[in-house]
T-cell receptor, first 111, second 113 residues
Framework: AQSVTQLDSQVPVFEEAPVELRCNYSSSVSVYLFWYVQYPNQGLQLLLKYLSGSTLVKGINGFEAEFNKSQTSFHLRKPSVHISDTAEYFCAVSESNDMRFGAGTRLTVKP | NAGVTQTPKFQVLKTGQSMTLQCAQDMNHNSMYWYRQDPGMGLRLIYYSASEGTTDKGEVPNGYNVSRLNKREFSLRLESAAPSQTSVYFC????????????FGSGTRLTVV
């Protein structure tokens, strides 16, 4: 069965610094991978997704993620963060009909 | 705005009471899902409906029932609420299988006392 592990529950970072949020997955078949963002008191919004093809995926708000099949990872990166990036980020994996989410990483951007 | 609409946004129940959470989407999506979100546990799938007329259990179905009323609506029912069901509930929809990506509602914050 598919599962996702987000390696950091909280990541504090200063404004304009780079950030990486780590995600590892397990699955017995080909998977589709996603990153979602949740701002306070809101639902989840899709940041980016990997379905096939290029292993480097670009998303909204300057985020990108790299699919690494040998390491079963899908880490999210941004070269320079803003205060407005403060939110909770969820990695997710889908094999077929449903999607399983990690526990989330709270990114806090400090001035 | 087009998207997924959940009602109510907030609810307080007493232990043993019942209630139904409503979800409707206007994107003509085939698949709909109910998740619960708890601190430190991410989102866990309760039930899903891959298409109108079908429903399947997810990771944590115990204590819940669902109805796919039509293509637009997917409701979640708690027959006898328990404090362990205190959570934030999210409905989501998708045009197809999981790899299409989901559109989420804004959530229902449920407290059972």
């Amino acid at each position: 069965a598919q599962s996702v592990t987000q390696l950091d529950s909280q990541v504090p970072v200063f404004e304009e610094a780079p950030v990486e949020l780590r995600c590892n997955y397990s699955s017995s078949v080909s998977v589709y991978l996603f990153w979602y963002v949740q701002y306070p008191n809101q639902g989840l919004q899709l940041l980016l997704k990997y379905l096939s093809g290029s292993t480097l995926v670009k998303g909204i708000n300057g985020f990108e993620a790299e699919f690494n099949k040998s390491q079963t990872s899908f880490h999210l990166r941004k070269p320079s963060v803003h205060i407005s990036d403060t939110a909770e980020y969820f990695c997710a994996v889908s094999e077929s009909n449903d999607m399983r989410f990690g526990a989330g990483t709270r990114l806090t951007v400090k001035p | 705005n087009a998207g997924v609409t959940q009602t109510p946004k907030f609810q307080v129940l007493k232990t043993g009471q019942s209630m139904t959470l409503q979800c409707a989407q206007d994107m003509n999506h085939n698949s709909m899902y109910w998740y619960r979100q708890d601190p430190g546990m991410g989102l866990r799938l309760i039930y899903y409906s891959a298409s109108e007329g079908t429903t399947d259990k997810g990771e944590v179905p115990n204590g819940y029932n669902v109805s796919r009323l039509n293509k637009r609506e997917f409701s979640l029912r708690l027959e006898s609420a328990a404090p362990s069901q205190t959570s934030v509930y999210f409905c989501a929809s998708s045009s197809g299988p999981g790899f299409y990506g989901y559109t989420f509602g804004s959530g229902t914050r449920l407290t059972v006392v």
